[in-house]
Each structure stands twice: as C-alpha cells, then as structure tokens.
C-alpha cells in the first residue's frame, strides 16, 4: 500500500499518464465517429462501400503505424524522447486536421491519406512511453533507494484500459449528442453530419495538443536521465 501511494504521487510519473491517457483515448474516444462519418457523409449512407473504404483505412492505419515505430526510435535517439513526443503528437494532430479536407464525397480515395499522419500518436505514444517509465524508475530509484518497475507497469496499463473503456462509453454519448438516428438512415440531417465532423477532428486535437503540455512539464530530459543513471551506478558501485 505504501509503496502503491508512492508511486501515483510521482509526479513525472503522472505526466507520463495523463499524455498516455490524452492522446490514446482521444483517438478511442472518436473511432466509432470514423465509421459513421465514412459511412452517412462520404458515401451517402452506402454501408458495404463504407465499410469497405473503413477497412482500407485501418489496414494503412496499421501499416503506417509499423513504420512509425523504427522512424521513431531513430528519431528519439537523435533528439531527444521528450522532442520526439513533441514532434510525432503535432505530425498527428496535423493528420486529424486533414481529416476535414480528406472526408469528401468527391474523391474517397483522399480518407486514406490521414491516417498515414494519426499513426504517428500512437506509433510515437506506445514507442517512447516505455522508455521514459524506465527513466522515471531510474529517478525513483535515486529518490527512494526501491526498484518499483511492476508498480509503475502495472499502474501504467490500468490507466490506459481504465481509459479505453471510459472512452468507448463516451463515444456513444457523443454520437448521441450529435442527434444521429439509426431509424433514419440515410436521411441523417446536416446539423448531425456537421457535428459528427467536428467531433472528428476537434476532439482528439484537443486531446493530443493536452499531452503535449503535459509531457512539456515533464521533468526528466536526456541530460537528466543520464545524470539519474550514472548517479545509480555510483552508488551500485560504492553498495559492491
């Protein structure tokens, strides 16, 4: 119990929450607003076309992310995790953006575009986030002479599925909010179409833009986690 308090009063420790929470469940939060937006404002409500051009964006979602992984990894070692973070959340805050321009009726093909930019969150999140929880256990370490890395996991990924699920639920509130109606069909009014646009891409903009701040306060630079680390084996070394 004691060491459990500990850890969720780390306060870098809690940045690195709160911008995993942010920019992850923001993303959740609109997905099943991807669909609808697909299905009732690019095809006119054609849901096996929709569905289709759905599917083809996921699996580019999904390539892209791959990619994301190793372009990120190499980057993060060049400049930094914390201006790595920075740099692939603002690439994917620009992909959401385009998704107003890229959701048309008059060319689908454009959909695809989009999420080549949005996998860069979650491709950049899952990638560096990792890194910088070792170094918030190095600095934990230092402060409390304890080693708490199954503590900070296991804290970590329940506030990740914590979110996941709280998300999931809004989404289906916002829908609601929009005034889509299943009995209507393909007669959905403009006012729901505008609105399940908008929460589109304003949402998880919004959400990302947080996580920036949040990973901007952010404590433990590349300076000071080399610091934390050669500080720990100093006193390893002085323990042997």
């Known amino acids: 119990v004691k060491g459990f308090i500990i850890t969720i009063k780390f306060k870098p420790f809690l940045y690195l929450c709160a911008a995993t929470f942010l920019v992850f469940n923001g993303f959740m939060l609109v997905s099943s607003f991807q669909t609808y ?44 995790k914390r201006q790595a973070f920075f740099w692939a959340t603002g690439v994917s805050i620009f992909g959401y953006a385009l998704k107003w321009f890229c959701y048309t009726p008059d060319n689908p093909l454009l959909l695809l575009i989009p999420p080549i930019f949005i996998a860069f969150g979650l491709g950049g999140l899952f990638t560096l986030m990792g890194s910088m929880v070792a170094d918030v256990c190095d600095l934990d370490e230092l402060n409390t002479k304890q080693r708490r890395e199954g503590m900070f996991g296991s804290i970590y990924w329940w506030v990740v599925k914590l979110g ?22 393909t007669e959905q009014t403009a006012e729901t179409l505008y609105l399940m646009r908008i929460f589109d891409v304003i949402i998880p903009i919004i959400t990302s833009a947080i996580a920036i701040w949040m990973v901007a306060k952010y404590p433990i630079t590349e300076q000071k986690a080399k610091e934390v680390r050669e500080a720990l084996e100093t006193r390893r070394g002085a323990l042997v």
């Open 164 to 185: 996941m699920a709280m998300a999931l639920a809004a989404g289906g509130f916002l829908l609601n909010g929009t005034g889509f109606d299943v009995a209507l069909g």
């Open 37 to 80: 937006v697909i299905i009732y404002y690019i095809f006119g409500g054609d849901q096996s076309l929709g569905a289709e051009y759905a599917g083809w964006s996921g699996t580019v979602s999904a390539v892209a992310t791959f990619c994301v992984i190793f372009l990120i990894t190499k980057i993060s070692t060049i400049i930094g």
